[in-house]
């Protein structure tokens, strides 16, 4: 009798993407010499695709490497060279998410960015640890240490105080060139500590209730951002507060660091459950926090049902007012934003696969041009700060900051405000002499848009 006919190898699979859990607590997650193998058979298999050569600067070091080798095969690069690779990923998600055919459910199983998640852990398991990129990711700390002496901070900081700024470099590595975010004494906790009343007369009066999770850039870095969200939210009846029991854990996942950001996922969850159980949507302001919160959180703690509860409760600020204007409607008093925006549509934005919400609620301000661009602006958290890294982050980003140039928009946002920060910076070569436009987050437009900031 002959074999059972076997399931046809598929060159490609049009299926919906989906993750696997992140084995953190197994040893065998950390075992280096097993990650090299896994690395090596996926490495070889994006080596005979190349579809992802445009995304970031990973692929053409993986592909020149290849190429440049004695052999021209994966056979022919050092294991110790595949850290070339690993350091230049931001875990944009993007290869997974847009490009690569072979993510499960396809056979091959490829999960590039969490590969290479699995590689940095390993490496930090082995002591292998970057001290000044950990430190500048403990952004509570270093947040409640400079609001106190925010304006001291800001001078020091500052690109222009160029003495210090080349100290800075040579001591700790953060590139003089970049401008760095800025410090306020009075955080988005401080300015509302006393939630603004919701308006009787808003459509979702009654109806929505919101706990903004005001994430650690927007509590210490733009506080304008939560009161902007307050605001808009006020306006639309919805009872919002803002609510911010610490980071969500990005820098450390970013550097393998994953029992402290399961940590952090759980007691975060834990500060949001009577919340939820009271009938709050938590709102996420930052991009990066609301993939973390959405996505990344679920997949080191499958198992815990207050995780789950969080995430399933959890929405974008785009996202969220969207769908308060689709089930309620806006509230009238939207002005048009003369010389239009540009909307730079964040890689953590679009990996939560919610559609480009930020442009969807813009365009809900009458006579506003809204553009969008759909392309990584480069930055990535550190990777865009520290001098090592930083030219790959330029490199990434100019032709974006190139096609913010040539919209010509009076406004440029972002779902990431490090990424509009980046871009905006990067615009001030490409458009060296002309207007600079100014940058905001989506959601302070809106406000502007209804006179509200």
Known sequence: ??????????????????????????????????????????????????????????FPKLFDMVDESATGELDGVNKADYAKVADACTLCDMCFLTKCPYVPPHEFDLDFPHLILRYRAAKRKMGEREFVREQLGKTDRNGKLAKPVASLANWATARENTPLRKMLEAIAGVDAEVELPKYNSKTATDRLAVPIPPDPAGPAFGQRKAALYATCFVDYNTPDTAVAAARVLARQGVEARLVYPECCGMPQLESGDLADVAAKALRVAKAFEPLIDQGHEVVALTASCGLMMKFEWPLLLPENETVKKLAAATRDICEYVVDIAKTCGLAPGLAPQPGGVTVHHACHARAQNMGAKSAEMLRLIPDTKVELIERCSGHGGTFGV?????????????????????????????????ACKHLGQLLTVEVPDGPQPRQAHPIEVLACAYGLM
């Open 386 to 418: 520290m001098k090592e890294t930083r030219p790959m982050a330029v490199k990434v980003g100019k032709p974006t900051a190139k096609q913010v140039a040539q919209k010509g928009s009076e406004t440029l946002c972002s779902d990431c405000p490090l």
């Open 1 to 58: 009798m002959s074999d059972a006919p076997k399931t046809p190898q598929r060159e490609g699979s049009l299926d919906a993407p989906f993750r696997h859990p992140i084995e953190w607590r197994d040893p065998a997650y950390y075992d280096l010499a097993a990650v090299e193998k896994e690395m090596e058979r996926v490495f070889d298999i994006c080596h005979g695709c190349r579809r992802c050569f445009n995304l970031c600067d990973s």
